[in-house]
């Protein structure tokens, strides 16, 4: 019985994780969905831009964390990412330094209630793999973990640091 009751939940395990989506390969229409932010929004004097191209996204810019500020951006609302959704694989190149995706979800109350994991961009196209267990909350009025049904927004940003930013994203799946 305890065999038969093992391989049940293998096979439930397995039937709930999500085939791999494409949520975004950048091309028509795009830059209607990506909205490029900064920090000036709350007073902080990074600069930047976000343009699409066929080689996908690109976010440049110069980060700087003066005055409370250290980010530029681009987010794309969603309605939730596919059901057994266990991690989010981009495809990136940039120029060596560190990037951050922001998750967004509907427990979010404030601006600032966010999951965020980070990644390094190198010189050369590859896929970068972040589990949604490893995603950190920023408040813990936020539950634990991610649920992918409750993410709203997808953010790619430069983020924390004084630096300059040149991030391309050719394509974003859930797997």
């Given at each position: ?29 795009a ?25 996908g ?9 003066d ?109």
């Open positions: 019985m305890k065999r038969i009751l093992a391989c049940i939940l293998i096979l439930a395990a397995s039937m709930a994780r999500a085939e791999p989506a494409v949520l975004e390969r950048f091309d028509g229409g830059g209607e969905r990506w909205r490029y932010i900064a920090d000036g929004v709350m007073g902080g004097v990074s600069t930047g831009q976000a343009q699409i191209t066929s080689d996204l690109n976010l440049t810019g110069q980060v700087s964390t005055n409370n500020g250290g980010f530029i951006q681009v987010r794309r609302d969603f309605d939730g990412l596919p059901v057994g959704t266990e991690a989010l694989v981009l495809r990136v190149r940039g120029n060596g330094q560190r990037y951050t995706v922001f998750l967004r979800t509907r427990q979010a109350r404030l601006p600032w209630h966010n999951y965020k994991e980070s990644f390094v961009a190198g010189e050369t196209w590859s896929e970068v793999r972040l589990e949604l267990s490893d995603f950190e909350r920023s408040t813990a009025v936020l539950p634990a973990s991610v649920s992918p049904e409750d993410v709203k927004r997808i953010g790619l940003a430069a983020y924390g640091a004084d630096y300059e930013a040149d991030l391309w994203v050719g394509e974003v799946r859930a797997e």
